[in-house]
């Protein structure tokens, strides 16, 4: 989720609990509570609704529209003080949830892994989008 114009966070939505878990590379960029529910509100009043809009009627587990989410920003996982890679950072949070990764391991990147998968998925969106560097070239 993009906050303001230049930073980039992942988002771990957990429907059951109702939760929003915030992977924020760095915190300090928004330090309070009141910035962050700023970028979070039209997501968390949203989420019940969609939910709602999605489940079908005759569904026992159908969550209703005003149960409210919350949410939380675990700070144990890697803080990145340079500029530019929160973006990839959010990214490799979402990489490593969905491969069922702890925070402290989140909290064990350092800036060379970042540099390496920075220039990773840089590779990866080229070839995705562009096509094959060396081809291109043998026109």
């Known amino acids: 989720m ?5 930073h980039w966070v992942g988002l771990v939505i957990n429907l059951t609990c109702r939760q929003v878990e915030i992977l924020d590379c760095n915190i300090p960029h928004n330090e309070s509570d009141n910035e962050v529910n ?3 509100a039209y997501l968390l009043r949203a989420l019940p609704h969609v939910l709602a ?12 529209e005003d149960q409210a989410f919350s949410w939380v920003r675990p700070d144990n996982i890697y ?9 990839p950072c ?9 491969a069922g ?6 909290g064990q ?6 540099d390496i998968f920075r220039q990773k998925y840089a590779m990866d969106t080229y070839e995705e989008f562009i096509g094959n ?6 026109g």
């Open 53 to 64: 809009a999605f489940s079908p009627p005759s569904d026992s587990s159908h969550l209703e």
């Open 2 to 6: 993009m906050w303001g114009k230049d």
């Open 109 to 114: 990147i350092d800036d060379k892994m970042v």
């Open 101 to 106: 990764y702890s925070y402290e391991n989140m």
């Open 133 to 138: 560097a060396k081809v291109q070239n043998d």
């Open 79 to 87: 803080f990145n003080e340079r500029s530019g890679d929160c973006g």
């Open 38 to 40: 700023k970028h979070m």
């Open 90 to 98: 959010a990214v490799k949070f979402q990489e490593m949830h969905e």
